[in-house]
Every structure is written in structure tokens, then in C-alpha cells.
Nanobody
Framework: QVQLVESGGGLVQPGGSLRLSCAAS????????MDWYRQAPGKQRELVAT???????NYAGFAKGRFTISRDNAKNTVYLQMNSLKPEDTAVYYC??????????????WGQGTQVTVSS
């Protein structure tokens, strides 16, 4: 059994910052890529940022220069530092990870999501 649990969402004023965390737990042998997605009301889920096990990163255009993805492999945790937040960043943020179980099977797992609301 593998579980991803996000935290760190909340209400923030425009221009503010938030740091999201996503911790994986369970029978984990190894974690490959870890990603953050978001879904705003009435819109499709979209990719925000990705990070490989080795630390290589990629960002969606709207995230470049404002968001930073990082990970701590020892803690099986991925982070998303979000600065200069805008109202259009309001969404539920989800983490996703490619995980190899201790039994050798591979699976893609999602967290339950954390709400980020940017409003004055």
C-alpha cells in the first residue's frame, strides 16, 4: 500500500507565497519522477512542474520564475515553493509520483489534493 499526502495549501493574498509538501509512505522501494499538477474549477488538470530522482526539473510556462519544485529522496517528499501568487493560481494542487513497490511492481500514484486560494 502506497499513499501520497499533500499539505501546505491555504488562503493567501496576491503576491504572497505558499510551500506545498507531498510525502509518500508505504512499501516503497524507489520513487522515480515526482510531479505537481493543478486543477481549477471548470478546467482540466494541468501539469505545473516535474522533478526526476536526480533533481532535473521542468516547469509549465506559467510557473517559470515563480514556482520551484524540489525533493528530498531520503524523506520521499516533494515540495512546491510558490511565490508571487496570482488569483489565477487558485486551484486544487495534486502531487503525482512513479513508485516502485517493495514487491517490484511499478505504479503511478496521486495525492488527495490541497486547495490553494489566492484572493484579497
Amino acid at each position: 500500500q502506497v499513499q501520497l499526502v499533500e499539505s501546505g495549501g491555504g488562503l493567501v493574498q496576491p503576491g504572497g507565497s505558499l510551500r506545498l509538501s507531498c510525502a509518500a509512505s508505504g512499501s516503497i522501494l524507489s520513487i522515480n519522477g515526482m510531479d505537481w499538477y493543478r486543477q481549477a474549477p471548470g478546467k482540466q488538470r494541468e501539469l505545473v512542474a516535474t522533478i526526476t530522482r536526480g533533481g532535473s526539473t521542468n516547469y509549465a510556462g506559467f510557473a517559470k520564475g515563480r514556482f520551484t519544485i524540489s525533493r528530498d529522496n531520503a524523506k520521499n517528499t516533494v515540495y512546491l515553493q510558490m511565490n508571487s501568487l496570482k488569483p489565477e493560481d487558485t486551484a486544487v494542487y495534486y502531487c503525482n509520483a512513479g513508485i516502485i513497490h517493495s514487491g517490484g511492481h511499478y505504479g503511478s500514484y496521486w495525492g488527495q489534493g490541497t486547495q490553494v486560494t489566492v484572493s484579497s
